[in-house]
T-cell receptor, first 112, second 112 residues
Framework: KAGVTQTPRYLIKTRGQQVTLSCSPI?????VSWYQQTPGQGLQFLFE???????NKGNFPGRFSGRQFSNSRSEMNVSTLELGDSALYLC???????????FGSGTQLSVL | ELKVEQNPLFLSMQEGKNYTIYCNYSTTSDRLYWYRQDPGKSLESLFV?????AVKQEGRLMASLDTKARLSTLHITAAVHDLSATYFCAVDMERRDDKIIFGKGTRLHILP
């Protein structure tokens, strides 16, 4: 059974650009959540989607957005990139609430 | 302000010894998670604890939850080198927008 797939694995952008990251969950998983990990702030929750609906959103500015498609695949978008957006972005999927999360390998974003 | 505090943040221990990592949180929680992260890798889910008194064990790791004390513990029995990693606890509050708050992580180094 394939795991959670995140693409791309690495990304380099410049300030002001926008970026879209993709996450394909494990087959049958309807819940997808996103996290940001940085050395300074640690792990922070971005948002969670279930059946194409955003259920929760973390304390991030509106430049961070996401969506989920009918096949449960999810994308997150960051517009007007800032240096501080450099981070490892992790996606996780699960069958639903109270279930274990399965994480992808992450996308390492560097903003220059 | 919601806080999730782990201690210790760094732990170096000998193989064969027992130790406990503590996770304190400052408000009512719906569920608590423990994760493991190896250097340069993604997160691996270890345990999901859903109710007061919950105890889960897998191999040399055992996690417990005391919701009244707002405390979870991750106990390591007879540590082996392969358990060297960073361990995170995370508190999940379904009714809040920021939903999941992570501790800063405990970097565990087990000496052979």
């Amino acid at each position: 059974k394939a795991g959670v797939t995140q693409t791309p694995r690495y990304l380099i952008k410049t300030r002001g650009q926008q970026v879209t990251l993709s996450c394909s969950p494990i087959s049958g998983h309807r819940s997808v959540s996103w996290y940001q990990q940085t050395p300074g702030q640690g792990l922070q929750f971005l948002f969670e989607y279930f059946s194409e609906t955003q259920r929760n959103k973390g304390n991030f500015p509106g430049r961070f957005s996401g969506r989920q498609f009918s096949n449960s695949r999810s994308e997150m978008n960051v517009s007007t990139l800032e240096l501080g957006d450099s981070a490892l972005y992790l996606c996780a999927s699960s069958r639903g609430a109270n279930e274990k999360l399965f994480f992808g390998s992450g996308t390492q974003l560097s903003v220059l | 302000e919601l806080k999730v505090e782990q201690n210790p943040l760094f732990l170096s221990m000998q193989e064969g010894k027992n130790y406990t990592i503590y996770c304190n949180y400052s408000t009512t929680s719906d569920r608590l998670y423990w994760y493991r992260q190896d250097p340069g890798k993604s997160l691996e889910s270890l345990f999901v604890l859903l109710s007061n008194g919950a105890v889960k064990q897998e191999g040399r790791l055992m996690a417990s939850l005391d919701t009244k004390a707002r405390l979870s513990t991750l106990h390591i029995t007879a540590a082996v080198h392969d358990l060297s990693a960073t361990y995170f606890c995370a508190v999940d509050m379904e009714r809040r927008d920021d939903k999941i708050i992570f501790g800063k992580g405990t970097r565990l180094h087990i000496l052979p």
